[in-house]
């Protein structure tokens, strides 16, 4: 059984620091394209970065280029999204997602695990 298991989110001031953790299980990464979505209060959900295991290639929107890193560690088949200077409208639930196919106007989501919540308070 496919399944994404997201963890890390937590509350933390503007300016902060925290590292989301997207563990896999049921399928390897290698072959896959991990995804990051988050869905604001009252905003519809939107993807922020995905990463292509295969060549560890990247993408980031431009919202939050610059301050978030996606990486991948096959060997724990687990994705990270480390997010750095955390503003108040990164707030929101944080979605990993798997599929083979990622690209900027469609991001991976054959698989989603569950939500993890982020709160930055200002």
Do not use: H
Not at 29 to 37: C, K, N, P, R
Request: aromatic share 14%.
């Amino acid at each position: 059984e496919v399944q994404l298991q997201a963890s890390g989110g937590g509350l933390v001031q503007a300016g902060g620091s925290l590292r989301l953790s997207c563990a896999a299980s049921g399928f390897t990464l290698d072959g896959y394209s991990i995804g990051w979505f988050r869905q604001a209060p009252k905003r519809e959900r939107e993807g922020i970065s995905y990463i292509i295991s295969r060549d560890a290639s990247t993408y980031y929107e431009d919202s939050v280029k610059g301050r978030f890193t996606i990486s991948s560690d096959n060997a724990k088949n687990t994705v990270y999204l480390q997010m750095n200077s955390l503003k108040p409208e990164d707030t929101g639930v944080y979605y990993c997602t798997a599929g083979r196919y990622a690209s900027p106007a469609y991001y991976p989501q054959d698989f989603w695990g569950q939500g993890t919540q982020v709160t930055v308070s200002s």
